[in-house]
C-alpha cells in the first residue's frame, strides 16, 4: 500500500513563506502525477497544485504565483514552496496522487496569522 508522509508545517505570519515536503513509499512514484491538496475546518479537501510524470505543473487559481510544486523522483518526494501566504491558506496540507487514492497521510498543518 501506498503511503505518504508530509512535513514542513508551522505557523507562519501574513507575507511568509513555508516548504513543505513530502515523502511517498510507492515503486512506481515517478510515474504518477502527484498533487498536494488541502482541507480548512469545515470545507471540502481541494487540489492546489499538481506535476505530472515529467515536470508539468498546474495551480489552482488562488495560488499561481506564490506557490511552486516540484519532484524528485530518485527520492520520491514531492515539495511545496508556498510564499506570500494569506490567512485563506491556513489548512492541513496532504500530498497524494491525481487523481487521488485512498490512502491519505496525516497532513501538516499550516496556521497563516498575525
Known amino acids: 500500500q501506498v503511503q505518504f508522509v508530509e512535513s514542513g508545517g508551522g505557523l507562519v505570519q501574513p507575507g511568509g513563506s513555508l516548504r513543505l515536503s513530502c515523502a511517498a513509499s510507492?515503486?512506481?512514484?515517478?510515474?504518477?502525477?502527484m498533487g498536494w491538496y488541502r482541507q480548512a475546518p469545515a470545507k471540502q479537501r481541494e487540489l492546489v497544485a499538481a506535476?505530472?510524470?515529467?515536470?508539468?505543473?498546474d495551480y489552482e487559481d488562488s495560488v499561481k504565483g506564490r506557490f511552486t510544486i516540484s519532484r524528485d523522483n530518485a527520492k520520491k518526494e514531492v515539495d511545496l514552496q508556498m510564499n506570500s501566504l494569506k490567512p485563506e491558506d491556513t489548512a492541513v496540507y496532504y500530498c497524494?496522487?491525481?487523481?487521488?487514492?485512498?490512502?491519505w497521510g496525516q497532513g501538516t498543518q499550516v496556521t497563516v496569522s498575525s
Open positions: 506535476i505530472t510524470s515529467s515536470g508539468n505543473t
Open positions: 510507492a515503486s512506481l512514484f515517478s510515474i504518477y502525477t
Open positions: 497524494n496522487t491525481r487523481p487521488f487514492i485512498n490512502s
